[in-house]
């Protein structure tokens, strides 16, 4: 009994006892579980606000990187236009519409390739005298359009001339940002350039970065929606830009914020945990309240839940940390233990696949492996490199890793995929230094690399030759079948002419139709020559393109390193040169720069010189050559024939002086003389008497022939049917469309119209039922063998035959005697004229001619 009842109240205790510990365990383990739950929480959001203000840093500088990148490429672009001697010529010296805008040098070609806004030309007085907006010619000056002055960027671009820099500038159009470039237009190195006095003009060019634009460049760098920031939206990231003067733009974009993303993938999986937990741990308490053992095992339950959430934390403190895509976990051996689910959805790969295998065999570093390099700085906390990996579609794309040592367990770091990002830097970089259309090295690689053979070559004494090659008959293309065809051709010649250099060689496109070729290593002159007919065949060789025969030839110039020039400047200016000289000597051809020739350039830019100064200065002479009728010796007219009483040269013949005036834009001034001083001598002959003018066809491409005609007869008081404008067949070959319409004015006008040289083009009869005629003359080349050759006598009376079922006059030149008279006579031609008429007259001795005519 005794013990009975000493055991009985033991008994009964010990439950109670255990119960009592039971639950003061549970009220413990609740209130560190409750401070667990709220750390764990309190955490993951300070980490995901971390990685949210990290994506947007990383925002602003891609949105800074994008704006960056378009202002290189538009300083790139405009440099290749404003340091080079063809813009020079054709928009400082003259403004030149059909080079500039038909031909698409400055014109449609910036807004349809590079999608650039507006472009203008400031001439030397800072007036805007060209402008292209949207793509399409305009008269609106810069300052206008843009509603602010320009005269500051202007200044500023002359004053980096000399170092041939470009000025930029973001600046605010109607509060739309805008990026401004602008540079001086210099000849360069360009041999045939002559620069005059004037203050250089100026290219300006404006990429207004409108939605449109900020969109795409945003989607470039992997940012949505990038746009100006608009009140009140909270949701977007933001970044602001300084432009010129402190001028502040703010962007924003729709916001990628793998904080938010992280926060609710894993608090709900914190919540479920500590649920589980709880759950679990009441259960056992519950039905192990006496047991000790049952007890125990709860209190270690406990400690492996509260191990599992400070890994937990840890893993997310990593993640905030790295700002990543997906998440990696290695041992120390290098073998892949864990993958994120963001893995499987980044790269389309299998965990499984990659789970137990050695990073190296998975990744590829550009120097060495991932584990060694991981190794190697063991100890840093945080580490960041580039490796590349295959997708599964069997790309190669790259990723930025970012680890951190985890003791002696291993490696844990995060993947960020930036292969968009990586293509787009390639692409930037690639567009700097090689040409859109041909995918040839441009300007600026050409020159980098001629810098580096130079040194190269004259340090081991190799020669460098350069050959500078200029396509023949290809502006025709452009003009008869289109830009589009022109640029299919341009792109199959730098195919062929890449066909023909070596892997140390290079060649690139400099210019329009122009290529240079530079060839390193010894070689003979001979195998230069062999090199020169396999190009020139090469090139010669038909290009079909839409069922198009298409023919072209070239013309290459050849300079020769150290014997010609040890600087690439030099080198590039003597084969321009030699390719002048080649194109002088018939085209198709090729030449070798010599120390004559650029004594030949010298002296035709001084004999441009005087010709500017003799149109100025009155050493410009008129000679009359009369025109009479066939069939009664009467005296009808007289063809204009200027001469240049030069100072030291004595009277130099057109042929002399023409070509270079035409050349160097001086015909319209040498053409507007011409046509004044004549109609002027007309206005004093009778009124049966007419006078015959030639146009140039530099004049029709000039766009002001009509109100050029229209001023000189209103000047002199000339009767505009007294007065005959002879254009040779060149005209409508170059513009048959812009020919016919300037025709039609000036037949507006009053004027007569005359084919000269009739008979020597493959197209004449075409010409004559399209275009308005009102005469043509037969070349002197069919009349000077009128005694000898039957079948031209044959072809002058078939031509007759022509011209009177058409109401043509027809006059043949080249009457050289008795003979060709009467021939001519017989087959009832209207008009003649030559030495046996009479000889080219001056102003003084027609004037008795017509005297002794009258009397």
């Known amino acids: 009994m005794l013990k009975s009842s000493f055991t009985s109240p033991a008994s009964g205790a010990r439950p109670a006892s255990s119960t009592s510990l039971a639950q003061a365990s549970l009220v413990t383990f609740c209130a560190s579980l409750a401070v667990v739950f709220a750390l764990a929480v309190s955490l993951s959001l300070y980490f995901a606000r971390g990685l949210d203000s990290t994506e947007q840093a990383q925002g602003q500088s891609l949105v800074q990187k994008s704006i960056e990148a378009e202002r290189r490429l538009l ?11 063809e813009a020079y010529r054709h928009l400082h010296l003259t403004v030149d519409m059909e080079w500039a805008y038909v031909r698409e040098n400055f014109g449609p070609a910036l807004y349809d390739d590079f999608g650039y806004q ?29 509603g ?52 250089p003009s100026v290219m300006l060019v404006v990429n207004r970065l409108d939605p449109q634009r900020l969109e795409t460049l945003g989607a470039n760098m992997g940012l949505q929606g990038v746009r100006m920031a608009r009140p009140n939206d909270a949701t977007a990231a933001h970044a602001s830009l300084t432009g010129e003067h402190g001028t502040a733009f703010d962007l924003q974009w729709d916001a990628v914020r793998p904080g938010r993303q992280m926060i609710i993938v894993v608090l709900p999986l914190i919540v479920l945990t500590t649920l589980i937990i709880f759950g679990m741990t009441w259960v056992m308490l519950r039905r192990n309240t006496r047991a000790a053992r049952a007890l125990d095992g709860s209190h270690e339950l406990l400690r492996n839940s509260q191990a599992a959430l400070a890994q937990s934390e840890s893993r997310f403190r990593d993640v905030a940390e790295a700002s990543s895509d997906w998440i990696w976990e290695t041992d ?89 990002e990586i293509e787009a830097r390639r692409r930037v970089e690639y567009l700097s230094r090689h040409d859109v259309l041909t995918g ?9 690399y001629l810098e580096s053979r130079l040194e190269n070559a004259l340090a081991a004494s190799q020669s460098l030759i350069m050959l500078t090659i200029d396509l023949d008959r290809f502006k025709p293309v452009n003009d008869l079948l289109g830009h589009a065809t ?26 329009g139709d122009e290529f240079v070729m530079v060839v390193a290593g010894p070689i003979g002159h001979e195998e230069i020559e062999a090199l020169c007919r396999r190009l020139i065949e090469l090139i010669e060789q038909v290009i079909e393109v839409d069922d198009q025969d298409i023919h072209v030839s070239a013309s290459i110039g050849i300079a020769v390193s150290p014997g010609d020039a040890a600087h690439a400047p030099e080198l590039l200016r003597y084969s321009d040169i030699a390719l002048y000289e080649a194109k002088a000597s018939g085209r198709g051809t090729w030449r070798f720069y010599d120390g004559d020739m650029n004594a030949r350039i010298v002296e035709r830019r001084r004999l441009e010189s005087d010709l500017r100064y003799a149109i100025k200065h009155g050493e410009l002479r008129l000679h009359y050559q009369p025109r009479f009728r066939i069939s009664d010796g009467q005296m009808v007219g007289a063809e204009a024939l200027v001469r240049w009483q030069h100072p030291q040269r004595g009277l130099l013949a057109p042929d002399a002086f023409i070509p270079i005036a035409e050349d160097t834009g001086l015909i319209t001034a040498l053409g507007d003389w011409v046509m004044n ?50 254009v040779t067949e060149s005209v409508m070959l170059e513009d048959a469309d812009n020919a016919l319409t300037l025709m039609r004015a000036l037949k507006a006008l009053g004027v007569r119209l005359a084919m000269d040289d009739f008979g020597t083009g493959y197209s004449s009869l075409s010409y004559l039922r399209s275009f308005p005629f009102d005469g043509l003359k037969i070349d002197r080349s069919f009349v000077s063998r009128l005694g000898d050759s039957q079948p031209d006598l044959a072809i002058i009376e078939a ?53 002794t005519a009258c009397h």
């Open 75 to 85: 300083q790139l672009t405009i440099k290749d236009y404003s340091f080079w001697g």
């Open 118 to 146: 507006a472009a203008f030309v400031i001439g030397p007085s800072n007036r805007s005298v060209y402008a292209v907006i949207d793509g399409k010619y305009e008269t609106v000056a810069a300052a206008d359009w843009l």
């Open 148 to 199: 602010r002055p320009v005269d500051e960027w202007v200044a500023a671009a002359r004053g980096l001339a000399d170092d041939e820099k470009v000025f930029t500038a973001l600046t605010s159009l109607a509060g739309t940002p805008a990026l401004v470039v602008a540079a001086a237009i210099t000849p360069s190195t360009d041999p045939t350039v002559q620069a005059d006095d004037r203050l």
């Open 332 to 420: 120390c051996d290098g073998r892949v233990t864990y993958l994120s689910d963001r893995f499987e959805a980044v790269t389309g790969l299998d965990k499984a696949h990659w789970l137990g295998t050695c990073i190296d065999e998975r990744v590829d570093l550009p120097d060495g492996s991932l584990l060694a390099w991981l190794r190697s700085n063991d100890g840093h906390c945080n580490l960041t490199t580039e490796c590349s990996y295959v997708d599964v579609h069997l790309h190669r794309r790259t990723a930025r890793i970012a680890a951190r040592t985890i003791g002696v367990q291993g490696f844990r770091g995060t993947a960020t995929d930036v292969t968009e």
């Open 440 to 448: 040839l090295p441009n300007r600026s690689q050409l020159r980098d």
């Open 486 to 511: 022109g640029d299919r051709v341009l792109y199959e010649i730098g195919a062929r002419i890449r066909q023909c250099v070596r892997s140390q060689d290079i060649v690139a496109r400099v210019g």
């Open 677 to 726: 001083a004549a109609c002027r001598q007309a206005s004093q002959w009778p009124e049966a008497l007419f006078i015959s003018v030639n146009v140039s066809s530099k004049e029709f491409q000039n766009g002001q022939l009509v109100e050029r005609v229209k001023a000189a007869l209103q000047r002199t008081g000339l009767t505009a049917a007294r007065l005959e404008l002879e």
């Open 799 to 851: 031509v007759i035959g022509l011209g009177r079922a058409l109401s043509l006059t027809v006059t043949a030149e080249g009457v050289e005697t008795q003979e060709h008279l009467r021939l001519l006579d017989s087959v009832a031609c209207d008009e003649g004229q030559g030495y046996y008429l009479s000889r080219p007259l001056d102003g003084a001795s027609f004037e008795e001619l017509l005297l």
